[in-house]
């Protein structure tokens, strides 16, 4: 049994979906999700479209294997950040250039989407007697918040195993980190500037409560996993005041929380709540108060779990050596595979996160989306239909 992946179908694939722009915000992938309806009734496969929100998509192809068995999900995402500035070639008109496939949503994560497509192709090719089923899933809204991922299992996506192309460098990742955005508010009082003292300036406690979110960020270095390094807080805005002669009377923070397994929100709130109180403590004008606006728990998978080996021995066969396993830094909608559908999922994908992604002139390497395509497809094989 020979699985062929076509590359020129693939590279042109990648491509076409690039020259569609899908940028979120605002979320603009209709037209990007047609083109795929299309696309995949032109390949025969049976698909169902659900929004995440209006005019926003989801097209699920399920493929069902001849016997009974396990399912595969893929599931992959069709927004990508903002082009912005920067660029030196027009970010949607895709080119290559030394080997490198150059366009917004290159790396993060056309390429990789195009990549589970092309896999299932070559599958399809080869006949081969899938147990079980396999499903790709491309959603909405992974940038901003997975609303794609989770509205469709919440409809009931389940599946034994996940993985989910983002750019990984082609290694597995079994663990990312948890992230959570957090906004403090401080409630001062106002006074002319002339008379400080008969009000309580707000971004002065705020500097102090920086001071101190500093010191929780260096006592959270001591949380460290294998994978992932240790956890972080980062103070990202400080909004407060209106004029330039008056004491300002509220202030706002904005934090970023990056968290490692096992910390959960509740720790994070935990922390941040203590670090008021014991400012509430110092000074009795001190009056504030703190909100989780959004979480990521982190993710992680087990290292022996078969999506996670076949992966793996997959690499090793179309790379010629074992590329282990990894951490990541960053969050993706595996978090959401991972904690509210009970799916064991993997992240792995062509491109670099750090390199590539969310940059100017994006891009990734052609031969790594080949290469990716060739080992989703054996991966197929190996868990679904016996090795190839």
């Known amino acids: 049994m020979q699985l062929a992946v076509d590359d020129g ?8 979906l690039i020259s569609i722009p899908t940028e979120n915000p605002p979320g603009n992938e209709r037209l990007a999700a047609e083109f795929l309806a299309d696309y995949f009734a032109d390949n025969g496969w049976a698909f169902e479209v659900s929004e995440a929100a209006p005019g ?9 294997g001849r016997t009974a068995g396990p399912r595969l999900i893929f599931d992959g995402h069709l927004d990508v950040v903002p082009a912005g500035d920067g660029w030196l070639n027009e970010p949607f008109s895709p080119v290559i250039r030394d080997g490198r496939l ?8 056309k390429g990789g989407l195009a990549a589970m497509i092309a896999a299932a192709e070559a599958v399809q090719r080869a006949d081969i007697g899938l147990r079980g089923g396999l499903t790709l899933a491309v959603v909405a809204d992974e940038e901003e918040g997975g609303s794609g991922t989770r509205q469709l299992v919440r409809a009931g996506l389940r599946g034994n195993w996940a993985i989910v192309p983002e750019p990984t460098e082609l290694q597995p990742v079994v663990a990312h980190k948890g992230s959570a955005n957090i ?9 002319h500037a002339s008379t400080p003292e008969q009000g309580v300036n707000a971004i002065d406690q705020a500097g102090v409560l920086i001071t101190r979110f500093g010191e929780l960020n260096a006592q959270l270095r001591s949380r460290r996993h294998p994978l992932l390094g240790h956890s972080t807080l980062t103070a990202c805005t400080i909004t407060g005041g209106f004029n330039d002669y008056t004491v300002p009377a509220a202030c706002r923070l904005t934090l970023n929380r990056r968290l490692v397994p ?8 935990a922390e941040v709540s203590a670090v008021l109180d014991r400012q509430a403590r110092a000074d009795p004008a001190f009056v504030g108060d703190v909100q989780v606006r ?5 993710m992680e998978t087990d290292v022996h779990s078969p999506v996670v080996l076949a992966l793996r021995s997959a690499a090793a066969r179309v790379r ?6 990894s951490g990541w830094s960053a969050t993706c909608d595996a978090s959401i595979l991972s904690h509210e559908a009970k799916i064991a999922t993997v992240v792995f994908g062509p491109g670099s996160i750090a390199q590539d992604a969310h940059r100017p002139d994006e891009s990734v390497a052609v031969s790594d989306l080949a290469a990716c395509a060739r080992i989703f497809a054996i ?5 679904l239909g016996g090795d190839e």
Not at 9 to 16: G, M, P, V
């Open 9 to 16: 179908r693939l590279l042109d694939l990648a491509q076409r």
């Open 56 to 64: 926003r998509p989801n097209v699920v192809v399920r493929i069902d």
């Open 102 to 109: 150059i366009g917004r949503g290159a790396a993060d994560m």
């Open 183 to 191: 906004h403090v508010r401080i409630q001062g009082s106002a006074a």
């Open 262 to 269: 096992p910390e959960t929100e509740h720790d994070v709130l």
């Open 294 to 298: 959004a979480f990521t728990p982190p």
């Open 320 to 325: 010629g050596a074992d590329p282990g396993v």
């Open 379 to 383: 991966t197929i094989a190996q868990l």
